[in-house]
């Protein structure tokens, strides 16, 4: 089935959290891992998951940035998290744990740099395996279990290659989506020290003031892994054009995500669904559209998907039954009049020039 599909690179997945904080075992059919969780209702996506190791193989999704998260809240905080930047910084331990055993079982392969990079791609596309290891970058969302600016480097060194700084709320380093303000004096000495080591910024989560504070600052590299358009859905989540141009004028590159609350506006958690909302893949390419747009050119803009991100195909468009349905956005761009050339940079092409220059 792969062979026939264009490879495909996503942006954005939460593997070890579905592993360890939902405790999904990804190597699973999706049908047996939905199976597992009927009637369970801890969480609202239980029995309506989307990613496992053999979907992506199924879409021929070969390389992905995984995530390790861990947020620090204040025991008042509405958020969900952990209570010490100690106990986060172990939730994120516990994470690469689970990444470096699906290695062992030769469901993962880490990329690290160039070199990784190259060798993989290489194996992807040229082994018949049904079996063979994706491909995945890892990255941190929201910096909160950096206890300090001594375990940036630690993390380097274990191959931790991107850092968003925010993620929902006030963070320790930097405000995120639903906050205000900009990065305070430890996120700017975060920064600093990840242009030292010569990482990449995700300015996703960040909320406007972040934004710019970061964007400003920053001199080293810079994506969005998974962020879609403030034109669509006017909240703070999304990126307004100005923040998307000056995005591209930084030779970043931008995953559009498959969260329906980012695609349909007015979304309301628990009650609206993809069909009352009309929430289907043309919005993606909706949300594709519009960046390239901005640009002049299909340069800027590639998959970051965020399927099983807490959230279901409860949430997220209605024609997508698994992860492999990313695929169905390619036939949608072409029928936009979108020439082959530039699929191939939205699928692939566009992540691997930035992944290239940046590793």
Request: proline share 4%; charged share 25%; hydrophobic share 35%.
């Amino acid at each position: 089935m792969s062979n026939s599909l264009p490879f495909l690179i996503d942006g954005h997945l939460d593997l070890s959290m579905n592993a360890m904080e939902w405790n999904r075992d990804l190597r699973l059919p999706i049908s047996e891992l939905n199976n597992r969780e009927s009637g369970l209702d801890d969480k609202p996506d239980r029995g309506k998951a989307t990613v496992t190791f053999e979907e992506l193989r199924n879409g021929n999704i070969g390389l992905v940035v995984a995530t390790q998260i861990a947020r620090y809240v204040k025991p008042d905080s509405p958020l969900p998290g952990w209570f010490s930047p100690e106990q986060a910084w172990a939730q994120t331990q516990g994470q690469l744990a689970w990444y470096k055993a699906m290695e062992d079982d030769g469901q993962l392969t880490m990329i690290q740099n160039k070199e990784d990079l190259e060798a993989h791609l290489t194996n992807w596309n040229s082994s018949e395996n049904d079996n063979k290891p994706i491909g995945y970058i890892l990255s941190l969302e929201g910096a909160d279990s950096m206890v300090d600016l001594s375990y940036v480097e630690k993390a380097y060194a274990y191959g931790l290659r991107a850092i968003g700084p925010a993620h929902y709320g006030p963070g320790r380093y930097a405000n995120g989506t639903d906050s205000s303000g900009k990065l305070n004096k430890e996120g700017i000495a975060l920064l600093q020290e990840m242009d030292r080591l010569n990482m990449i910024l995700d300015a996703t989560h960040l909320n406007d003031d972040a934004f710019w504070d970061a964007l400003n600052r920053y001199k080293g590299n810079i994506w969005a892994s998974h962020n879609n358009c403030r034109t669509f859905v006017d909240h703070n989540r999304q990126f307004s054009d100005d923040m998307i141009k000056a995005l591209i004028e930084r030779d970043a590159v931008i995953g559009v995500a498959l969260d329906a609350w980012m695609m349909v506006p007015n979304w309301i958690r628990g009650t609206s669904t993809p069909q009352s909302t009309n929430c289907n893949m043309e919005i993606m390419a909706n949300n594709i559209d519009h960046i390239c747009q901005l640009a002049g050119n299909t340069n800027h803009v590639a998959v970051g998907s965020d399927l099983d991100g807490a959230f279901g195909r409860e949430q997220c468009p209605y024609d997508l039954e698994t992860i492999a349905d990313i695929q169905k956005i390619f036939p949608i761009l072409n029928s936009r009049g979108y020439k082959p050339e530039d699929i191939e940079k939205i699928a692939n092409g566009n992540w691997l020039r930035f992944m290239r220059k940046a590793l």
